[in-house]
């Protein structure tokens, strides 16, 4: 959600502050624009829509200087309009900022009793017209930043350009990442090290609270109590933060393409071959359930679902009890938490906002906090006492997908390795389990192979204008999770349920022209699932059943389309059936033509509330 990039270059920086700009995109974005100084004058391009449209204007309407600022903007205060989009300036400063300004309506107040008048509907407005009050006192920019942080309230990361310094970016962050990337003679700043990876590949995050004056000799950080403080550099792999199609029309179909691969990878890295015969579990020294008496999963949208799979793991293969919260609701209720009962948290950015503050609510409440992330640089994995890579690669497609099958394996091993400390498993039974998942990367291929048969379907499922799916156990999660892939990139309205709640309610919606998508492996759950199936088709509802061979032969007859997967052990079903629900919903956007990669109104990472 919001892109930020800053460079103080030896060349030219438009070009550098656009491509940079570009790699932000997968975090989601309605509005796009740039400020440079250039011989000591400040100036700045906007435009609303996608990067092209400020590429353009750029064409027409050039932008000189060897040091600049640029923003790509998911709107919050204000619509998507060229006067509310990013940079915001105000007399001889420009800002942008990723967040939300919570006391803005006071701050605002204040600045229109002072005389200055606003140009924007926008929170972030307020910050440039503080700096530049205090600027008019005479105040040095680096003083007037110093007294304007401590005001605002929220969570934001802000970086600030000043007419007449051509060597001096000020940035900050409270809540939302930001990091300094340093060159040679060069320095940047940006909203994490994919957009800097071109520029280069030694980074310094920001921790909370910290501020940094950046010149082309390095960064002076503060931390939140105005101390000098000393951030480590750290090396990145540039060639993770290559952001490629790879000959795919889109990245969410390459990224579920690659799905096979890199679940080997997280298996190759946690799971242990010991010679061949018995696999055992490689997890980082720490992760030992004996004793604990409760865990405590958090999450929000996919990964939430992620982990209401996990829940049905750990209480069934461990006996452990597991609470689920929607992180944005989760400190807000309070909930009473034990010093002998652990917290995880999974996030595939490592930095959405409700998820971190559920972390930092929770830490000195519990016995340990776990992280399940795709960044281990991320907020949320520095913050926890254990941080677990899901190992995914850069996801950019908006809707997750291998980032949530690489969830779901982290999240299974763990639940075995639960299961053997508490008891519930022995080596021999756990090296078992550990075999059958080595072979689910394989399985996913045969998955894949249902490309073909799922393109077919779906130009009919694109006219529904309402679509359901239906699980049981595992399943329901993952009927969840189906529903979600589909409304998100489709725009067609879809919801999840329980199949046993279908005459609870849902089954008033049926009719000839509402398909149901039925997700039943042939488990100890199979005819359960049929017989609401059967409630369904007994309604004429249109029943697309998603299961393996013998569950098609026995329960196929009669719906409108079925799809046959691999035999799967039941543990791992939820993995293997994630991928199909993909290549629906994918299959089903592009028949409908939306925008799959950046569907309308969504971003990738949520930084803000």
């Not at 709107?75 to 509310?84: E, P, S």
């Not at 026995?554 to 691999?566: D, F, Q, R, S």
Request: aromatic residues 6%; glycine residues 8%; contains cysteine.
């Amino acid at each position: 959600m919001c892109g930020i990039v800053g460079v103080l270059g030896n060349n030219q920086v438009a070009p550098l502050l656009v491509e940079a700009l570009k790699r932000l995109e997968y975090r989601g974005y309605d509005s796009a624009g740039i400020a440079t100084v250039n011989d000591g004058a400040l100036d700045r391009r906007r435009a609303i829509g996608k990067l092209v449209n400020l590429s353009d204007l750029l064409v027409h309407e050039p932008l000189a200087g060897r040091a600049g600022i640029g923003h790509t903007r998911w709107a919050t205060h204000g619509a998507a309009t060229v006067a509310n989009a990013h940079p915001h300036r105000a007399g001889s400063v420009a800002v942008v900022h990723n967040g939300i300004i919570e006391n803005f309506r006071e701050l605002r107040a204040e600045l229109t009793g002072a005389g200055y008048h606003f140009e924007s509907e926008t929170d972030t407005e307020v910050v440039a017209l503080l700096l530049r009050h205090e600027l008019a006192q005479g105040k040095s920019p680096r003083d007037a930043a110093e007294t304007v942080l401590p005001r605002l309230h929220g969570a934001f990361a802000l970086c600030f350009l000043f007419e007449g310094e051509d060597d001096l970016l000020i940035c900050a962050r409270k809540g939302s990442p930001l990091a300094i990337g340093h060159g040679d003679g060069e320095m940047f700043v940006g909203s994490d090290a994919i957009a800097l990876a071109p520029m280069t590949d030694r980074i310094t995050y920001l921790e909370e609270g910290d501020w940094a004056v950046v010149t082309r000799a390095g960064a002076e950080i503060f931390d939140v109590a105005n101390r000098r403080a000393n951030r480590a550099v750290q090396r990145i792999q540039v060639d993770a933060t290559r952001i490629e199609k790879g000959g795919y029309k889109h990245f969410m179909a390459k990224e579920i393409a690659e799905q096979p691969v890199v679940l080997a990878d997280a298996l190759k890295h946690y799971v242990e071959n010991s010679g061949g015969a018995h696999p055992t579990l490689r997890l980082p020294e720490g992760v030992d359930f004996t004793g604990v008496d409760r865990l405590t999963l958090v999450a929000c949208g996919t990964a939430s679902y992620a982990c209401h799979v996990a829940k049905y793991w750990f209480e069934q293969l461990a006996g452990l009890p597991c609470d689920i919260d929607i992180a944005s609701e989760f400190r807000y209720r309070e909930p009473p938490l034990s010093d002998r009962s652990w917290a995880l948290f999974v996030s595939q950015s490592g930095e959405t906002a409700d998820t971190l503050a559920a972390l930092r609510y929770a830490k000195d409440k519990v016995a340990k906090v776990l992280s399940v992330v795709n960044v281990p640089t991320s907020s949320i994995a520095r913050e926890s006492d254990l941080a677990l890579p899901i190992l995914a690669g850069i996801e950019v497609g908006v809707a997750s997908t291998k980032a949530f099958t690489c969830q779901l394996a982290v999240l299974a091993l763990l639940a075995l390795k639960a299961a053997q400390d508490r008891g519930r498993l022995t080596p021999a039974e756990l090296a078992a389990h550990l075999a059958q998942f080595r072979l689910l990367p394989g399985l996913m291929n045969h998955a894949l192979g249902l490309a073909g048969d799922i393109e077919k379907l779906s130009e009919q499922l694109a006219e529904a204008q309402d679509v359901l799916f239906l699980g049981r156990g595992p399943m329901f999660p993952l009927a969840l999770e189906g529903a979600l892939k589909l409304k998100e990139i489709s725009y067609i309205h879809a919801e999840g349920y329980a199949s046993g709640e279908l005459k609870h309610g849902p089954i008033a919606l049926i009719d000839a022209r509402v398909p149901v998508i039925v997700l039943a492996p042939r488990d100890h759950l199979f005819e359960k699932t049929v017989s609401n199936m059967q409630e369904v088709m007994a309604r004429h509802g249109k029943v697309l059943l998603m299961s393996d061979a013998a569950g098609v032969a026995e329960a196929g007859m009669g719906c409108w389309k079925t799809l046959t997967l691999p035999q799967v052990p039941d543990l791992f079903a939820p993995i293997l059936y994630a991928i199909p629900a993909q290549l629906l919903a994918y299959h089903t956007a592009i028949a409908k033509g939306t925008d799959v990669d950046q569907p309308r109104n969504l971003a990738k990472s949520v930084t803000v509330e």
